[in-house]
């Protein structure tokens, strides 16, 4: 049995020379000191793997239609066989490639092993990295719950503001002037073939520039990057103290994908597929659109951001990052690569983790979306117990008012803080801020008879700092009554 099988490998070895041309990729010289730093770029990519897998059983059963994407994913969720555990390996799949594609790049940068001369290793990881936040966000969508379609409405939104192209965009992103069939139709050609097109084109760039400069040794402070002599330095070292990649280097990297694996597996079968959101329904405002977790840092900036630095934030950080991460090596291919010699380095990758979690921690209580569920103001914050500036206490709640503005430590916070309102605007401007609106809050003109406009600006007036100190230990006292 064992000859007959050895001789069925011979035959198609033979034909297909995997020996010959495989061969000595998988064996080749590898440093020594290359070991568990060096992973997460083969996890990423086992992550990838899983991506594609998953994705093609999903495909099988989903239906990229207007109409029928929603139910289609109900179905496989709750009726299909292993559906479940399918879709649960695709979401949890999708956060460990997120998650391993950055820790894969921190690597390379505190080691720098963007230095000469590996300069475009760099750079095609960079692009891999955007694309597969691109296919983590299209992906998203692609649930086309009330959740997707608000997220299509944020997105295309922020690419139409691009000066002079932006409407362009816009329309090549929807498929038209509205999200409808043609959007998710687009969406998932980009999720499914584009993207994954452009990465599989990726890593094979990346790879081949992996073997052609070799896996670059541990960084040593005795060892600074000469390009002049680098090359002749770097072949003495591995033929003096390289192993070969299989086995002596490549078992840890099976070891950590196949736990990668098993970790996904395991959130998929204990945790389960994340929840839909409620069908799709754009004429619904009260839906609550909640980006994924990776992206939770980026909405919570835009919430702490002056209205008028939100163009610049939106339209610049992606393009500055993007330019400044992929012309790296340019501006630094020699010198130390050691963290010890560059202290600044890891500077800068502690306070970029610091601020993404701090930011990730601000960003998940949603400070940038309407909170729907406010209470209405108690009498001891509106200030009266009856005539119009009562009355239009009642109103900012009714209309709508404090799903995004904070009084007195009643309200959301996705627009300004009205507690002083009345000292910051005089009447005239909040009549015509009201019914014309402006930045980011829509004009109220024809939701509002003049009466209740009127109401409303009344309340708005007392809203002054005597007042609201006043009323905030009044507020204070009354959610002590409440705790209490």
């Not at 402006?438 to 939701?447: D, E, I």
């Amino acid at each position: 049995m064992k000859q007959q099988l050895q001789a069925t490998w011979d035959w198609i070895d033979n034909r297909i020379g995997f020996t010959e041309c495989m061969m000595p990729y998988i064996a080749h010289t590898v440093p020594r000191d290359a070991r568990w730093w060096y992973v997460f770029g083969s996890a990423t990519l086992t992550a990838f793997i899983v991506q594609v897998a998953t994705g093609i059983c999903l495909a099988m059963a989903y239906v990229p239609g207007g109409d029928e994407a929603y139910e289609s994913l109900k179905y496989i969720t709750d009726e299909a066989q292993f559906g479940s555990l399918v879709r649960g390996m695709h979401a949890y799949g999708a956060s460990a490639m997120v998650t391993l594609v950055v820790i894969h790049l921190v690597q390379v940068y505190l080691h720098a092993t963007y230095k000469y001369p590996r300069e475009l290793n760099w750079m095609t990881g960079v692009v891999l990295f955007f694309v597969v936040l691109g296919m983590a966000f299209t992906g998203q969508l692609l649930r086309w719950d009330a959740n997707g379609v608000w997220s299509v409405f944020v997105a295309t939104e922020m690419a139409s503001r691009t000066p002079y192209i932006g409407p362009m965009i816009s329309h090549f992103l929807l498929g038209g002037e509205t999200v409808g069939g043609s959007t998710l139709t687009r969406f998932f050609a980009y999720h499914v073939f584009i993207m994954p097109g452009m990465i599989f084109a990726g890593v094979g760039l990346h790879l081949f520039l992996l073997f052609r400069h070799g896996v670059s040794e541990m960084p040593n402070v005795d060892q600074p990057v000469d390009p002049a002599t680098y090359k002749e330095e770097y072949e003495a070292r591995l033929k003096k103290t390289g192993v070969p990649f299989w086995p002596n280097a490549m078992w840890r990297d099976v070891v950590f994908s196949t736990l990668v694996v098993g970790v996904i597996v395991a959130c998929a079968a204990i945790l389960g597929p994340p929840a839909l959101d409620a069908s799709p329904d754009p004429a619904n405002i009260h839906a609550d659109p909640m980006p994924d977790w990776y992206f939770w840092w980026y909405f919570a900036v835009l919430s702490l951001l002056p209205p008028s630095y939100e163009l610049w934030f939106i339209l610049g950080v992606p393009v500055l990052g993007f330019l400044v991460l992929f012309f790296l090596p340019l501006f630094s291919n020699k010198g130390h690569r050691a963290p010890s010699k560059r202290p600044w380095a890891v500077g800068i990758v502690i306070a970029a983790f610091a601020s993404f979690v701090v930011l990730t921690v601000y960003g998940y209580r949603e400070p940038w979306s309407p909170d729907f569920g406010v209470e209405e103001l108690p009498t001891s914050v509106i200030g009266a117990e009856q005539g119009p500036v009562f009355e239009g206490g009642k109103l900012v709640h009714s209309k709508g008012c404090m799903y995004c503005h904070d009084i007195n430590g009643y309200g959301g916070h996705r627009g300004p803080d009205l507690s002083n309102i009345g000292e910051q605007l005089t009447r005239d401007d909040l009549i015509i801020r009201i019914n014309n609106g402006g930045y980011n809050m829509p004009s109220f003109a024809s939701s509002l008879n003049s009466q209740e406009l009127t109401k409303i600006v009344d309340f708005l007036m007392t809203r002054v700092e005597d007042r609201t100190e006043s009323s905030t230990s009044d507020n204070a006292k009354d959610h002590a009554d409440d705790r209490g």
